[in-house]
């Protein structure tokens, strides 16, 4: 069943986010640790972008029922230590359309991280701006050095030496 602007309003007015975007998407990110603080135990780092209708006005009960049921587009990332195959590994990406699917991710971002790829996906064009010279470079790069400084590593699998999957970087230093 996909996830619609109903299930992002209940959303937020459960208060089930981190923060909330200035366009009312949401973030979550959750992360649990074990007896010491480098144990990740559990994640659930989330996006919900919130349906935007320019010039659209709704004027009867129908029109505001179909936006209401319309579909938004949202990804997330989740981890745990309980599971990990071909199929279900330990951290891995669920996106919009294709919710039971399960791209497997070497990492788990940091808030930083996820924010990041957050904002270079959704927002581009503000991303641009703040984060990317006129050649398309980071501004900055020893700042996004920095965000990639303290990173949560993945454990060693060999199912990333079999299947495509994404990786979360991992500073060099």
Not at 104 to 126: K, N, R
Not at 137 to 165: E, G, M, Q
């Amino acid at each position: 069943m996909p996830i619609t602007n109903v299930d992002l309003v209940q959303l937020a007015e459960e208060g089930q986010y981190t923060f909330q975007v200035f366009d009312g998407s949401i973030l979550q990110l959750f992360y649990a640790y074990g007896e010491s603080d480098d144990e990740l135990i559990e994640a659930r780092l989330a996006y919900y972008m919130a349906n935007k209708f320019p010039g659209l006005n709704a004027e009867s009960d129908t029109e505001v029922a179909i936006l209401d049921v319309t579909p938004i587009s949202w990804l997330r990332i989740d981890y745990s230590q309980k599971e990990d195959d071909v199929l279900h590994s330990a951290a891995h990406l669920h996106l919009a359309g294709f919710p039971a699917g399960r791209l497997a991710v070497a990492g788990v971002p940091t808030p930083g991280q996820f924010i990041e790829l957050v904002v270079s996906i959704a927002y581009p064009e503000q991303y641009r701006e703040h984060r990317l010279n006129d050649s398309g470079d980071f501004k900055d790069p020893v700042k996004i050095d920095n965000l990639n400084s303290v990173c949560l590593r993945p454990a060693p699998n060999p199912i990333y030496a079999k299947v495509p999957h994404l990786r979360v970087p991992v500073y060099p230093g």
